[in-house]
Structure formats: structure tokens, C-alpha cells
């Protein structure tokens, strides 16, 4: 059974170009989260789908970033006009059912603007 | 605001050690925490996590300590391996749909 994956692995953008980070969680999770992870700092929540949708986007840093999920599998993690305090490992994970507690994380996508 | 405070924020050991991280939290509504442990260029791998109803909980070398009363939960790792070697980040979650996790500990064990 494959895990969760995440594309592209490495990204290199510069300031003010738009970026799409992909997520595939693992068949048959309903739920699925987003995460921000800084050099040497933990993981900061942005945002969480239960299905295809999101009932909480407050964690979202600004009204750059976005994010969608169809189908009720593949989640999109949009952010317009990037800035270098975007740099980061954007990390996301599944679960079986929302308030499945058990999460799954993938490798996820380092994102560098410059 | 962090919600969940970790320390330390890195740690030796010598192999056959016992390695011991802290957490702390304010929000009593927390009803799930995790450990997860990542090694560099993963994601963070679930590693053991306790719901509040329990005091510790054992899974091989790995324990998790609760004090419900003082808001602290740790992680003891026994006979510490150099392939522990990994930063470990405690979390705390209501309902399982938003985890709040703390910032990292650096564990380094010497053969």
C-alpha cells in the first residue's frame, strides 16, 4: 500500500511567481491536513479537509495561500505571489476518518523563493 | 502562542541511555497526544501517543508519562540506540481534526 505523496519533492521559485504543491494521501483517507515546517521550528497547522472541505482555514498565514481538495483524495496547496518567508517543507498528511487521530505524513515539498 | 512547549530543544546521549523529552500545555480540552519521531528528509512517523484517561503508556523502548494535574507529558526512550538519532516533536490535539505541535527536539545518541 503506497503512502501519502507529495510533488514536486523540491521546488525553486522566485519572489512574486505563484506555486502549486500537490498531496495524494493515502486511498480511502477522508481526512486530510496541510502543514508548514521552518528550519528548526515545528509544524505549524494550516489548514485540514474533512472530505472536500475545509471547516477551518484559520491557520492559513495570509490570503495568499489556498487550498483545495477534489474528489475527495488530491489536495492542492496554492500560494500566489510568493515571498521568501514562504521558504519552508510544506508537509501533509492523512487520516482514515476526521478525528482519526492517527495521522500519516508525506515527505513533503521544500519550497525555496528567491 | 504555542500551545505545546518542548524541551529540550536538543539532547545527547550515550547509547544504553535513557533519553527523556518534556511537554507542556494550557488547554484542557486536549484529548489525544502524539509523539512523532523524523528523521532528516522525512515526514514526521507516528511513534506512540496517549489519550488523558491513562498515566503512561509502554511500547517497547518507548513510554509515554501524562500528568494530567500538571499539564506535562514525556517521552522516555530506554536503551537508547544511535538510530534514535532523529528530532522529536510532541503534539496535542482536540477531536483529531487541528494538532498543535511542539518546536523539535534534537536527539544525538554517541555509540
Known amino acids: 500500500g503506497a503512502g501519502v505523496s507529495q510533488s514536486p519533492s523540491n521546488k525553486v521559485t522566485e519572489k512574486g511567481k505563484d506555486v502549486e504543491l500537490r498531496c495524494d494521501p493515502i486511498?480511502?483517507?477522508?481526512?486530510l491536513y496541510w502543514y508548514r515546517q521552518s528550519l528548526g521550528q515545528g509544524l505549524e497547522f494550516l489548514i485540514y479537509?474533512?472530505?472536500?472541505?475545509?471547516?477551518?482555514k484559520s491557520g492559513l498565514p495570509s490570503d495568499r495561500f489556498s487550498a483545495e481538495r477534489t474528489g475527495g483524495s488530491v489536495s492542492t496547496l496554492t500560494i500566489q505571489r510568493t515571498q521568501q518567508e514562504d521558504s519552508a517543507v510544506y508537509l501533509c498528511?492523512?487520516?482514515?476518518?476526521?478525528?482519526?487521530?492517527?495521522?500519516?505524513f508525506g515527505p513533503g515539498t521544500r519550497l525555496t523563493v528567491t | 502562542q504555542q500551545q505545546v512547549k518542548q524541551s529540550p530543544q536538543s539532547l545527547i546521549v550515550q547509547k544504553g541511555g535513557i533519553s527523556i523529552i518534556n511537554c507542556a500545555y494550557e488547554?484542557?480540552?486536549?484529548?489525544?497526544f502524539p509523539w512523532y519521531q523524523q528523521f532528516p528528509g522525512k515526514g514526521p512517523a507516528l511513534l506512540i501517543a496517549?489519550?488523558?484517561?491513562?498515566s503512561e503508556k509502554k511500547e517497547g523502548r518507548f513510554t509515554i508519562s501524562f500528568n494530567k494535574s500538571a499539564k506535562q507529558f514525556s517521552l522516555h526512550i530506554m536503551d537508547s540506540q544511535p538510530g534514535d538519532s532523529a528530532t522529536y516533536f510532541c503534539?496535542?490535539?482536540?477531536?483529531?481534526?487541528?494538532?498543535?505541535f511542539g518546536t523539535g527536539t534534537s536527539l544525538t545518541v554517541i555509540p
Open positions: 498528511a492523512s487520516s482514515l476518518t476526521p478525528g482519526g487521530y492517527e495521522q500519516y
Open positions: 486511498s480511502g483517507h477522508t481526512a
Open positions: 479537509f474533512q472530505g472536500n472541505s475545509a471547516p477551518d
Open positions: 488547554n484542557t480540552a486536549f484529548d489525544y
Open positions: 496517549i489519550r488523558p484517561d491513562v
Open positions: 503534539a496535542a490535539s482536540v477531536t483529531g481534526n487541528q494538532f498543535y
